[in-house]
């Protein structure tokens, strides 16, 4: 099975300041990685996939990089709708989640 | 637009089984993988089960198998997930989300989620 491991696991942040989360997989996953944001009692919301493609209707603020086995989500300026709990998950083999990255106000 | 709309959740004893329902709208269901996640309390979310557009592929996270089935009727543009031999730890929010055309996919779509608790 593969691994998603996320780092930090919470992060405290302010309105405008570049935030960067990171996403390692236990073995290679090509590029085969999507972020989702989730505010409590709601759904996850899909807004990177295929490890750097944004999904119709995400602000440029959010971009994803990398391949292999480490990713990173940044948020260029961080708004005050961003608040919230960030995902990584792989589809390279099955389906696997990160634990989370909770990005909290400073 | 595109809407998931599940159904289906409640409180069950352990042991006890319970039938999840997802109804899909404004997109072609039938040329789309569909899949279950779930998500129990202050956890992330879970992969549970996925299945392709003809149900000749089927996958499931190994903790249900031989407990849940995933179906789907594309006449009705629905997706099921039947739930057999419930467990404590099968307590969270399940959603049907929707995947790709290829078996390689992320889920673009999600529903609002429907409750499932399995306690005495």
């Known amino acids: 099975d593969i691994q998603m491991t996320q780092s930090p696991s919470t992060l405290s942040a302010s309105v405008g300041d570049r935030v960067t989360i990171t996403c390692r997989a236990s073995q290679s996953i090509n590029s085969w990685l999507a972020w989702y944001q989730q505010k409590p009692g709601k759904a996850p919301k899909l807004l990177i996939y295929d490890a750097s493609s944004l999904e119709s209707g995400v602000p440029s603020r959010f971009s994803g990089s990398g391949s292999g086995t480490e990713f990173t989500l940044t948020i260029s300026s961080l708004q005050p709708d961003d608040f919230a709990t960030y995902y990584c998950?792989?589809?390279?083999?099955?389906?696997?989640f990160g634990q989370g990255t909770k990005v909290e106000i400073k | 637009e595109v809407q998931l709309v599940e159904s289906g959740g409640g409180l069950v004893q352990p042991g006890g089984s319970l039938r999840l329902s997802c109804a899909a709208s404004g997109f072609t269901f039938s040329n789309y993988w569909m899949s279950w996640v779930r998500q129990a309390p202050g956890k992330g979310p879970e992969w549970v089960a996925n299945i392709n557009q003809d149900e000749s592929k089927i996958y499931y996270v190994d903790s249900v198998k031989g407990r849940f089935t995933i179906s789907r009727d594309t006449a009705k543009n629905s997706l099921y997930l039947q739930m057999n031999s419930l467990r404590a730890e099968d307590t969270a929010v399940y959603y049907c989300?929707?995947?790709?055309?290829?078996?390689?996919?992320?889920?673009?779509?999600w529903g609002q989620g429907t409750v499932v608790t399995v306690s005495s």
């Open positions: 989300a929707r995947g790709g055309v290829t078996g390689n996919y992320y889920l673009d779509y």
């Open positions: 998950q792989q589809y390279n083999n099955y389906w696997t």
